[in-house]
T-cell receptor, first 111, second 113 residues
Framework: DGGITQSPKYLFRKEGQNVTLSCEQNLNHDAMYWYRQDPGQGLRLIYYSQIVNDFQKGDIAEGYSVSREKKESFPLTVTSAQKNPTAFYLC??????????FGPGTRLTVL | AQSVTQPDIHITVSEGASLELRCNYSYGATPYLFWYVQSPGQGLQLLLKYFSGDTLVQGIKGFEAEFKRSQSSFNLRKPSVHWSDAAEYFCAVGPSNDYKLSFGAGTTVTVRA
């Protein structure tokens, strides 16, 4: 079955640590996205990539980094510079400007 | 810049009653419009989309939405709600020539027996 997988489902981080969230898709989509979701705030775009080896900052990129070395993969690193990283993180993919397909999400908690 | 407003944070509806969720958008040209649904702790699932053509759009799970350009609205409706429709609903807008979507803050729907 085609789809988007995110791992891990739950992630715990100590303050000062970097953590990497995985996102893989087998839909052959060119574009991939990372969103952060906080209660009552909807989804906010962190980074997006329209093509391999290229990506753009979204609305809240500070404290995050990404890479896009393969079409199928778009990992997100939450760095120690992100002051309030506890949130639900969603990865999505799309073909051009069409609808985005979402993964199941990763819940990150800072201890 | 594009933006989306969902005026209702929380709606409670009885099972079998009708449901309407409001969505107002701000965008200079004809937008692409979407409604997504999210169950707790899960990702988002597309309910329906509007790109062009007929302004009444049918989606999955018995939902429909109507695009009204004059009111900059894209309201979601369902004639008879089931308990399984309890979830959070997001409206999103995007330009036809870009990849980025803007999401509303969401409306949580509670279904009472």
């Amino acid at each position: 079955d085609g789809g988007i997988t995110q791992s891990p489902k739950y992630l715990f981080r100590k303050e000062g640590q970097n953590v990497t969230l995985s996102c893989e898709q087998n839909l052959n989509h060119d574009a991939m996205y990372w969103y952060r979701q906080d209660p009552g705030q909807g989804l906010r775009l962190i980074y997006y990539s329209q093509i391999v080896n290229d990506f753009q900052k979204g609305d809240i990129a500070e404290g995050y980094s990404v890479s896009r070395e393969k079409k199928e993969s778009f990992p997100l690193t939450v760095t120690s510079a992100q002051k309030n990283p506890t949130a639900f993180y969603l990865c999505a993919s799309s073909t051009g400007g069409n609808e985005q397909f979402f993964g199941p999400g990763t819940r990150l908690t800072v201890l | 810049a594009q933006s989306v407003t969902q005026p209702d944070i929380h709606i409670t509806v009885s099972e079998g009653a009708s449901l309407e969720l409001r969505c107002n958008y701000s965008y200079g040209a004809t937008p692409y419009l979407f409604w997504y649904v999210q169950s707790p702790g899960q990702g988002l699932q597309l309910l329906l989309k509007y790109f062009s053509g007929d302004t009444l759009v049918q989606g999955i799970k018995g939902f429909e939405a109507e695009f009204k350009r004059s009111q900059s609205s894209f309201n979601l409706r369902k004639p008879s709600v089931h308990w399984s429709d309890a979830a959070e609903y997001f409206c999103a807008v995007g330009p036809s020539n870009d990849y980025k979507l803007s999401f509303g803050a969401g409306t949580t729907v509670t279904v009472r027996a």
